[in-house]
């Protein structure tokens, strides 16, 4: 499994041109950004506030690219396309056909939706870093005048929020390897799976707002409680279990489902590992035909 | 067309002979029943049905067939790619879709080989080899056996047909696989690289004791590598044999002599004879025989005081039986 998954790493960050304009993006991006800023105030910019701003925030922010909405709604859409092309692409590029055989099909996509949720992970994890200590650093050195820091008492708890941050970030990142891959097994091209993909997670993302539209047409109120067994809503919810040992509030009407923490564990590993499941069962009864 | 060929060649023979030898051993792949129905938009469609074919070890074995006869299925399914309708594939008795060290045991290039266009030829060998956990380090050996030596930190994009057709050929071959399948192996080369390619499979056969299955349209380059065909055509196998026996079963003989009818009534007793061409007492004569008959014919001939002016000894080709064969099926439907 090692193997499969150093083989797919390479694989991934080996399409340089795609990975550039996707995963690479915000902290190239990022990166770019700072220096430009930097040499604003070199020349007298007002830039400083933007510059100088404590580094903690930033840090734990970030990740609400792939977590939060409505940050994630935009910010995810660069990593599915990558997602989406990495997997559709097996098809169109005919190179299934030279995996397959050597590899059991279930270890194959297992370690393709690993490695791109590790490599999400790790873009959104360098974005942070240069959001946060890079972006400080950075200032610092220009004699910008910074923001102080943290105090230590409540240091600890910023470290474990941003453990439980790259956490979350990874379980949502399985996610979307799952509907990246759903898409591309369903559909075998590439354009049918960034569309598929992309409605999918928007889907995920707005289900408490269809939901509340549906509850009002059917008038049926109950029906927006239903946003507690999607992701989104899990990953919130298990957030707020960990930093505030209570359920999240979600602000939507005639939504009254408290979730305990211990559910919305069991129900965030259980549709995770179901989405993989039907994946894989997917993948393993496909004739790899092109 | 008919080929010309020398009255005996030893050494033609005796690799003949070794691979028939070699052919009575059991089987290294079987195909027991197989068939394939696909459901698409235009209904469903029988690419496969009821083939059965064993192949022996250690020979070169060719798959033929016109195109959407089934080739391109059957190599899928033997590598477990898509699934059978009902039948198994078996790899020494062990079905490749409940082992898949029995699918590991092969080595494949299907269709055009396909790669990742933007990693080099080294980074897509070792990624294969990493996908079936193999040492990455046999990659540059392989890249130089097939001849990329120079080439191995090129982008693929940058590859002819015939450098990625080679490329290809060194993925089929990681993991030192038992046996090698392989579809359209030529396609792309130039005749060097087609003849470097013949020689190679050669050798992997007859020195390190592989097992060779190859598909190709290129029917002569078939007849020359190969030691057994199988003709498949609309989804079933309508002949299979062994190129010897192919040449031997329909050979004839074609003799210049004069005078022609004379000659042709001192042979009719004998052989079938048939007389072809005639100028004048001057003629062909076409004897159905092999040309271990050619000193027998040659003394009846001299001692009836009949001229003899050439002797030739005449073979179907693989190409007539092909035609032949998927001709036949087509009339009979």
């Known amino acids: 499994m090692i193997n499969l998954l150093r083989a797919e790493w390479k694989k991934l960050v080996g399409n340089r041109m795609l990975a550039g304009f996707t995963i690479w993006l915000y902290p190239v991006g990022l990166f770019a950004f700072i220096l430009v800023m930097g040499v604003i ?245 496909q004739d790899i035909t092109n | 067309m008919a080929a010309d060929r020398p009255l005996f060649d030893p050494i033609m023979e005796l690799s003949r002979t070794s691979a028939m030898l070699k052919g009575r051993m059991n089987p290294v792949l079987e195909l027991d029943d197989l068939s394939k129905t696909f459901s698409g938009k235009k209904g469903r469609v029988e690419a496969l049905c009821d083939v059965n074919l064993a192949i022996s070890p250690h020979q070169v074995f060719g798959f033929l067939g016109p195109n959407g006869a089934g080739k391109s299925t059957t190599i899928r399914l033997m590598l477990d790619l898509i699934r059978p309708t009902s039948g198994r594939v078996l790899m020494h008795g062990v079905d490749v879709r409940s082992s898949r060290e029995a699918v590991q045991s092969i080595g494949a290039l299907v269709e055009d080989a396909a790669f990742y266009r933007f990693l080099t030829a080294h980074d897509n060998l070792s990624l294969l080899a990493r996908t079936a956990g193999h040492d990455v380090n046999q990659v540059p050996g392989l890249l130089s056996q097939v001849g990329l030596g120079g080439n191995e930190h090129r982008a693929v994009k940058e590859f002819s047909t015939g450098m990625k057709q080679r490329l290809g050929m060194a993925a089929a071959l990681l993991g030192d696989p038992e046996v090698l399948i392989l579809d359209e192996p030529t396609n792309g080369l130039d005749p060097a690289g087609m003849h470097e390619m013949r020689q190679f499979l050669r050798m992997l056969v007859d020195e390190r004791g592989k097992t060779v299955i190859l598909s190709s349209h290129i029917l002569s380059e078939v007849e020359l590598i190969c030691d057994r065909v199988a003709i498949i055509h609309m989804g079933r196998i309508v002949r299979e044999t062994s190129v010897d026996e192919l040449r031997r079963g329909r050979a004839h003989l074609r003799v210049e002599v004069e005078p022609v009818h004379t000659a042709a009534s001192v042979l009719q007793p004998h052989w079938v004879v048939e007389v072809e061409a005639v100028k004048e007492s001057l003629g062909w004569l076409r004897i159905s025989t092999d040309e271990g008959q050619a000193p027998f014919i040659l003394r009846e001939l001299l001692e009836h005081d009949i001229d003899v002016y050439q002797m030739h000894a005449q073979h179907q080709s693989l190409e007539e039986y092909f035609l032949e064969a998927t001709t036949a099926e087509k009339l009979d439907d």
């Not at chain 1, 270890?107 to 992970?121: C, E, F, S, Y």
């Not at chain 1, 105090?151 to 929020?161: C, D, L």
């Not at chain 1, 995920?204 to 509340?212: A, D, G, N, R, V």
Request: charged share 10%; with cysteine.
């Open chain 1, 41 to 285: 105030f070199v020349f007298g910019g007002d830039v400083g506030a933007e510059l100088g701003s404590s580094w903690e925030g930033p840090m734990l922010t970030t990740w609400n690219l792939v977590t939060r909405f409505p940050n994630a709604s935009i910010g995810r859409l660069p990593l599915l396309a990558f997602m989406a092309v990495m997997v559709a692409g097996e098809y169109e590029w005919g190179t299934w056909k030279s995996l397959v055989p050597r590899s059991a099909r279930w270890k194959l996509l297992l370690a393709k939706m690993l490695a791109m949720a590790l490599i999400l992970v790790f873009s959104i994890g360098l974005t942070s870093l240069i959001s946060g200590p890079f972006r400080y650093t950075f200032s610092t050195i220009l004699g910008v005048e910074t923001a102080p820091g943290l105090p230590s008492a409540e240091r600890v708890t910023f470290y474990q929020a941003y453990v439980l941050e790259t956490l979350l970030a990874f379980i949502q990142s399985m996610y979307l390897a799952c509907f990246a891959s759903l898409s591309a097994l369903l559909t075998r091209t590439i354009v049918g799976s960034l569309l598929l993909s992309f409605g999918l997670s928007m889907l995920e993302m707005l289900s408490p707002i269809l939901l509340m539209l549906l509850s009002r047409i059917l008038v049926r109120p109950g029906m927006v409680n239903a946003y507690a067994y999607f992701p989104s809503y899990l990953i919130d919810n298990l957030r707020s279990w960990v930093l505030h040992a209570q359920p999240v509030y979600t602000g939507f009407p005639d939504f009254s489902n408290d979730m305990g923490a211990g559910a919305t564990v069991l129900l965030l590993t259980v549709l995770l590992c179901g989405f993989g499941l039907l994946c894989i069962w997917l993948f393993q009864r």
